[in-house]
């Protein structure tokens, strides 16, 4: 994975997440020196919640992504890894505040009920999410047209993660920051 690292990081000059088998210091920086801004985590930091101290301990919390794979069970969601094959033995909720509170600089969650499906965002978990950490919330799963996009943006999200939408090229990155643009939501320009 570090030599594809080190080559996005060279032709691409935006912010690299990169995540997957990330277990401690030692894969977290053959990663950074490959060029990654951040590292995200799932898995390991289930099996061990220390991780997440110990890398914002060492690159700071802006470096520090949990990813977490939200799946709904009635009026709550739990946090599942491995692909959405293993529950973790979190509630979502509390798990995102947990890895906030140890020192986890942003929180990536994925619905795995509404990913791929391009049929609309689960607001119910984004504003949930919102009401209890206040750091940086990034949401991906079940975007299927603009106005997913800005139900999501319309919710306080900080950045929304598109998948489907743009693979199977139901929308582009241009026509995205058009409407957006016009719509008056504040974009990056480039």
Not at 3 to 23: C, H, L, Q, R, S
Not at 36 to 46: F, L, P, Y
Not at 68 to 76: F, L, N, V
Not at 134 to 140: E, F, K, N, R
Request: glycine share 10%; proline share 2%; aromatic share 6%.
């Amino acid at each position: 994975m570090k030599e594809i690292v080190a080559e996005v990081a060279e032709k691409v000059f935006i912010p690299i997440t990169v995540g997957g088998g990330i277990d401690g210091i030692k894969s977290a920086s053959m990663l950074m020196k490959s060029g990654a801004d951040k590292v995200a985590i799932n898995t390991a930091a289930t099996k061990n919640p220390n991780i997440i101290r110990e890398l914002s301990d060492y690159y700071g919390s802006q470096a520090v992504v949990i990813s977490i794979e939200a799946k709904k069970s009635g009026d709550s969601w739990i946090a599942m890894t491995e692909n959405g094959r293993n529950h973790s033995g979190y509630d979502v909720l509390q798990w995102a505040e947990k890895c906030k509170d140890l020192g986890a600089g942003e929180i990536f969650v994925t619905s795995i009920d509404a990913d791929g499906r391009k049929k609309g965002i689960d607001k119910d978990l984004i504003n949930k999410l919102n009401s209890c950490i206040d750091i940086p919330l990034i949401y991906s799963g079940g975007f299927g047209n603009i106005e997913h996009i800005k139900d999501s943006l319309d919710t306080g999200l900080h950045s929304v993660c598109l998948g489907s939408v743009l693979h199977y090229e139901d929308l582009t990155i241009n026509s995205i920051k058009e409407s957006l643009s016009n719509s008056q939501y504040n974009i990056r320009s480039k």
